[in-house]
C-alpha cells in the first residue's frame, strides 16, 4: 500500500522558489497518487503519505484486491501475519461491493514437498518467483494466464522442491504459500518468539524459534546482514523435529544394571567410573555440536583426569554456495579454540582413529562421549563392550547409550543458552526456547558436576560465570559477556587462531 | 462551592412516623397471610421443579459446537474462541480434512476439541467471536460430573449438547 502524494516546489522564471504568504515554498502537487516503491526521492521534493487523496486511493486498492480474495481467514496459516488482513484493518470495508461471481483458481495445491499453493489468495505481488530466481538460483515459478485469471504456478514437470523453497512462504505476504510441515499446526498470535540460530551447519542462520506451552512449533530466519540476511535453509528450518521425539532420554541411565536411576547417583557412578586412573587410559570424544561454555568445561575435565587423545566428529557436506556451509557441525570452530580437536595442524576428527584404535587395543579403558554417538564414530559395539568405562551424555538413545554405563540426558540447542562461533568466526548467542524434558539437564550443568565430583572445585553456579571464567581463562573471548554478544552476534575472526 | 439544599417541607403524618410504619406493616403482613393460606407459592422445589421453559432466548449456558442441515461440522479450527477465553478453558487440536472428504473445501476442521467445563465462566465471548457460526451458549446450565476428567466436554459431548442448528450462514458454498 505504497500510494502518495507527491510534488515539487514551484519555481519562478529566475529558477527562485516561489514563496506563499507564510515564507513557506509553493508546492506544485501531482494530482494523481504516486507509487512509493517506484519513485527516486529528489531535492525539495514534498511528499503526503497521509492525506485524503492517499488514503482514498488505498482504500479504492484495498477493494480491487479484495475482489477475488476467498476470505478463509479462518483456515489461513498465514492469519494473524498477513499483510493484506492487516491492510485490510486499516483501509478496508466491512462489506464487499462485489456482486458477480469471484474468479476460481487452484486452491490447496501441493506444489513441492514443503510447500502448498492456493492460489486464491495470491495478491500476484511475485515475490517467490524473484526469490527462486535470484536468490535460489532455481527459476521454477512464474505466473500463467491474464488479468485477473493470473494464476502463479510451477514449471511443468517441476517441483518447488529447492532446500531454500521455505523462504517463499516467508516472503509471501498472504497465505498462498503456506508451510506442509508448519500447515494447520498452531495460529501464529499463539507463539512465543525467542531469537536463536541454527546449529545444522556452520553458517549459523540467525532464527526466531516460535514456540506455545513447551513445544517448537517453527523456526523463521532472522535478519542479520552478516550471516544470512534474511533466509535459511529448509533443512536446518525443519531440523527441530527431534526435540520434541517422545524417545528424548529423560532420566540417567546406569549399566550394568540397566535401571532407571537420580541424577545425583549417576554422577557417583560416573566418579567411581572415571577418578582413580593413570593419564592415557581414559579417551574424550565432544562434539562440535556444544557451545562455547561447554566446550570450555570440557577441556577443563579434560586437563583434570590428564586425557590425551580428544577429538570431535566431524561432518562434512558439500557446500551449496548460498547458505549451506560444508561444515555441517555449528561450533567446530570453538573445539578448536579449546584445543579439543587433536592439534591445531590436524584437521578435526583425525585422532578419532586413535581413540578407535586404543580402545580396539585395550589401552584406552575408559572413554567420556558428549553429545556423539561413539558407533557413528567409528567405534565397535564389540569394543564399546570391553571399555572398562563408557561415560555419555545425550539427547537421544543411539548405539552407544545402549552399551554405555552411565548416560546423562542432556538439552537440545532450543533448551539451553550459551555461545557457538560460526565458521566464519561470529560468535552468536543461544537462548533457552523451551525446556529440557524430565531429568535432562544443561550440558554445561553435568560437566561442572563431573568437574566437581572428580575433584575441581569451582563453584559455578550460572551460565554467566562459566563464561566469565572462559574470558578469563581464553584470550578469544576477553572483556566478553553473554549479554555483551547481542541478537545479532560479534565478529571474532580477527581473534581467533588461524585456523 | 457551597450551596443550600432547600429541605422538603414535611407533613405532620410524615413527622411522626406512624403512617409509613402501619403501611409498611400491612404489606409484611398481606405477603405472610398469602403464603400460609398457600394462595401465593414463593419457593421453587428444585431440582424437582425447573425454571427451564421460562429461560430467555439470550440465556448463557454452557457452550456448544453445532453442525448445520447438511450434516457439516461448522468449526474450523481457527483457535479464535481459544485464543478469547478469558479462563483459558478451551483447547484445540487443529487437524486436516482428507481430500476425499466431502467437506474437503474447508481444508481444516478440529480433531480435538475441549472445553473445561470447571474453567468455563459463560461469558459467551466464544460465541461472539465465532467466524463462523460454530460454537454457541445453550441453555444447560447444571453441568456436573464426579471427576475433573468428567467435566472436561470433548468434541463428541459438545456435538450432542449442541446438536443440528438452521438458518445459518454457508459461506463455504461453490460460489465462495
Not at chain 1, 85 to 90: L, P
Not at chain 1, 238 to 252: G, K, N
Not at chain 2, 47 to 76: F, I, M, Q, S
Not at chain 2, 97 to 118: C, G, H, N, Q, T
Request: some cysteine.
Amino acid at each position: 500500500m505504497c500510494l502518495i502524494e507527491m510534488g515539487m516546489p514551484k519555481v519562478g522564471l529566475d529558477r527562485k522558489p516561489l514563496l506563499d504568504a507564510d515564507g513557506r515554498p509553493e508546492i506544485a502537487w501531482i494530482p494523481r497518487p504516486q507509487i512509493s516503491c517506484a519513485q527516486d526521492i529528489a531535492e525539495g521534493m514534498a511528499i503526503r503519505t497521509d492525506s485524503p487523496l492517499a488514503q482514498d486511493a488505498r482504500k479504492g486498492v484495498m477493494e480491487f484486491l479484495l475482489i477475488n480474495h476467498p476470505l478463509d481467514c479462518p483456515i489461513c496459516d498465514q492469519a494473524g501475519e498477513c499483510r493484506l488482513q492487516e491492510f485490510s484493518v486499516e483501509y478496508g470495508n466491512a462489506g464487499s461491493r462485489f456482486r458477480e461471481e469471484k474468479v476460481k483458481k487452484p486452491k490447496n495445491v501441493v506444489i513441492g514437498p514443503r510447500v502448498t499453493l492456493d492460489d486464491e489468495r495470491c495478491i500476484l505481488c511475485s515475490r517467490c518467483i524473484r526469490f527462486m530466481k535470484e536468490v535460489a538460483k532455481d527459476d521454477v515459478l512464474g505466473f500463467v494466464d491474464r488479468g485477473s485469471y493470473s494464476t502463479l504456478t510451477v514449471h511443468p514437470g517441476r517441483e518447488l522442491d529447492s532446500n531454500y523453497s521455505l523462504n517463499t512462504v516467508d516472503i509471501c505476504p498472504v497465505g498462498a504459500l503456506t508451510s506442509r510441515d508448519f500447515r494447520f499446526k498452531m495460529r501464529v498470535w499463539f507463539l512465543k518468539e525467542t531469537k536463536s540460530f541454527c546449529t545444522s551447519c556452520a553458517t549459523g542462520c540467525n532464527t526466531i524459534i516460535g514456540v506455545r506451552e513447551n513445544t517448537i512449533y517453527r523456526q523463521t530466519p532472522r535478519d542479520n546482514p552478516d550471516v544470512n540476511d534474511c533466509w535459511m535453509c529448509d533443512y536446518g528450518r525443519l531440523d527441530f523435529h527431534y526435540i520434541s521425539a517422545p524417545e528424548r532420554l529423560t532420566a540417567p541411565i546406569l549399566r550394568p544394571a540397566p535401571r532407571r536411576i537420580s541424577y545425583t547417583a549417576a554422577l557417583d557412578a560416573a566418579r567411581g567410573l572415571l577418578t582413580g586412573r593413570s593419564p592415557g587410559e581414559t579417551a574424550m570424544i565432544v562434539s562440535a555440536k556444544m557451545t562455547n561454555e561447554e566446550l570450555f568445561l570440557a577441556s577443563r575435565l579434560r586437563e583434570l583426569l590428564g586425557v590425551q587423545l580428544c577429538d570431535i566428529l566431524p561432518r562434512q557436506g558439500t557446500a551449496d554456495g548460498i547458505l549451506m556451509s560444508a561444515d555441517r557441525n555449528p561450533n567446530a570452530t570453538g573445539a578448536r579454540v579449546f584445543g579439543l580437536t587433536g592439534s591445531l595442524s590436524l584437521a578435526p576428527g583425525a585422532r578419532l582413529k586413535d581413540v578407535v584404535e586404543g580402545v580396539g587395543s585395550g589401552k584406552i579403558k575408559a572413554l567420556l562421549v558428549f553429545g556423539e554417538d561413539p558407533v557413528a564414530c567409528g567405534l565397535s559395539v564389540e569394543n564399546l563392550r570391553n571399555l572398562d568405562a563408557l561415560v555419555m551424555t545425550s539427547l537421544l538413545p543411539n548405539g552407544g547409550t545402549e552399551l554405555a554405563h552411565v548416560v546423562f540426558p542432556s538439552a537440545a540447542f532450543a533448551e539451553k543458552r550459551g555461545s557457538m562461533i560460526n565458521g566464519k568466526g561470529r560468535l552468536q548467542r543461544l537462548n533457552r526456547a523451551v525446556n529440557p524434558p524430565g531429568d535432562a539437564r544443561d550440558d554445561w550443568e553435568i560437566l561442572r558436576d563431573l568437574i566437581q565430583i572428580c575433584g575441581g572445585g569451582d563453584g559455578l553456579q550460572t551460565i554467566e560465570d562459566v563464561f566469565k571464567n572462559m574470558a578469563a581463562a581464553n584470550p578469544v573471548f576477553l572483556g566478553l559477556s553473554l549479554s555483551k554478544i547481542g541478537d545479532l552476534g560479534l565478529d571474532l575472526s580477527d581473534k581467533l587462531p588461524s585456523l | 462551592m457551597a450551596y443550600t439544599v432547600a429541605r422538603p417541607k414535611l407533613t405532620f403524618a410524615e413527622k411522626i412516623y406512624l403512617p409509613a410504619i402501619v403501611a409498611g406493616l400491612a404489606i409484611t403482613w398481606k405477603h405472610l397471610i398469602n403464603t400460609l393460606t398457600g394462595r401465593k407459592k414463593v419457593t421453587m422445589q428444585y431440582p424437582e421443579e425447573k425454571w427451564d421453559a421460562n429461560l430467555p432466548e439470550h440465556y448463557r449456558g454452557a457452550p456448544t459446537l453445532v453442525k448445520d442441515e447438511h450434516g457439516r461440522e461448522r468449526c474450523v479450527a481457527c483457535q479464535l474462541c481459544e485464543f478469547i477465553c478469558p479462563p483459558r478453558a478451551i483447547r484445540i487440536k487443529p487437524g486436516e480434512l482428507p481430500r476425499e472428504s466431502k467437506w474437503a473445501k474447508v481444508e481444516k476442521y478440529p480433531e480435538e476439541f475441549d472445553i473445561d467445563m470447571i474453567r468455563c465462566i459463560y461469558c459467551g465471548l466464544c460465541e461472539e467471536v465465532c467466524p463462523e457460526q460454530a460454537i454457541f451458549l445453550r441453555k444447560d446450565y447444571a453441568i456436573t460430573g464426579l471427576s475433573r476428567e468428567e467435566m472436561v466436554h470433548n468434541k463428541a459431548k459438545l456435538y450432542e449438547l449442541g446438536g443440528v442448528r438452521t438458518g445459518l450462514v454457508h459461506k463455504w458454498n461453490e460460489k465462495k
